[in-house]
């Protein structure tokens, strides 16, 4: 084995080494009265933009496409997921049953919906790509802004009209509204814990890894890097983005699902641009191409505010300074070395040669 696919495999188990020990450190916090009812509070939200985080790396940094419409992948997913869990909530009654099948339902139909748009908006390139992903993304969230679904034992309701569902002679004693326009989704099932989230993150972050890796990875990077040298070689670089694109969607589309079962009303506005802009910032700010330094960028980044409350008016401020300083040190190349030489890679490669090992 070489030292090149010995590092590759290293830096994989670091970074499931520390998921894990975030993990436990979380569960002893809760479990031993440590933590506050804020801070347990906080780990679905946190597990949930971890997941964003990763899921639009693999499109940024991996791919090098700039997408600005990751929300609308989470919004699809987020109402998908919600909606099964509604009409099968008195038919598969136990939860641990009924949530991972909302899971993988909001993640196929976000897939789906990414395949759908990736079709036209992958034979972009730069700045076309990112206008047509943001307009996907406001155009989701207007659709479900506006729609309208409920179902009684005269069938299925769908309009799109305010007007329209308000005038329908619908039965009252089996209507069941699913969703109200604006009001969105009320009574999905709170299902989501950060147990499940943990170990939908670990699934997510070893396929990914994994994926990276592979022949398949492989061509998305060379995609990247260089389209014409790519296509010279026998790669078909659309597919290599399209597989990309959907792995994100699909990943974005359980986090979305996860999002909804933690609150007890969804809402399409959530599912905004300054959404999909956050996360990019996560990912930018992490550092691309580096799945660890994401998740520690998404994990102190969102609990930043929350942690800086207490100052009230200075506390976005604050905050705003932070962004400023991380993206300066992450563009010094003395600071990335620094950096480096103290990362646990470069710890353990230097304890090996100080003891002899080869």
Known sequence: MSKKIKSRNLDKYITYSFLILIFVISQLLVMTGVASNKFEGLLVPISVYVLLAVSLNLVVGFSGELSLGHAGFMCVGAYAGSLFSLL?????????????????????????????IGIPVLRLRGDYLAIVTLAFGEIIKNLFNNMYLAIDKNGVFFSMNASAYTKHAFDAATKQDLIKGAQGITGTPNDSNFVICFIVIMICVIALLNLIDSK?????????????????????VTKAKMTAFVIASFIAGMAGVLYSHNLRTLVASKFDYNLSILVLVFVVLGGMKNMRNVIIATIILYALPEALRALNDYRMLLYAIVLIVMMLLNNNDKFAAFKKKLSIKALIARFNTKGGVK
Do not use: H
Not at 94 to 116: K, N
Not at 216 to 236: F, H, L, Q, V
């Open 88 to 116: 099968m909530q008195n038919v598969i009654t136990v939860w641990w049953l009924r949530f991972p099948m909302a899971i993988i339902i909001g993640g196929l139909v976000a897939a789906v919906a990414g395949f759908l």
């Open 216 to 236: 398949t990875g492989r061509s998305i990077k060379a995609a990247r890097d260089n389209r014409i040298a790519a296509e010279a070689m026998g790669i078909d």
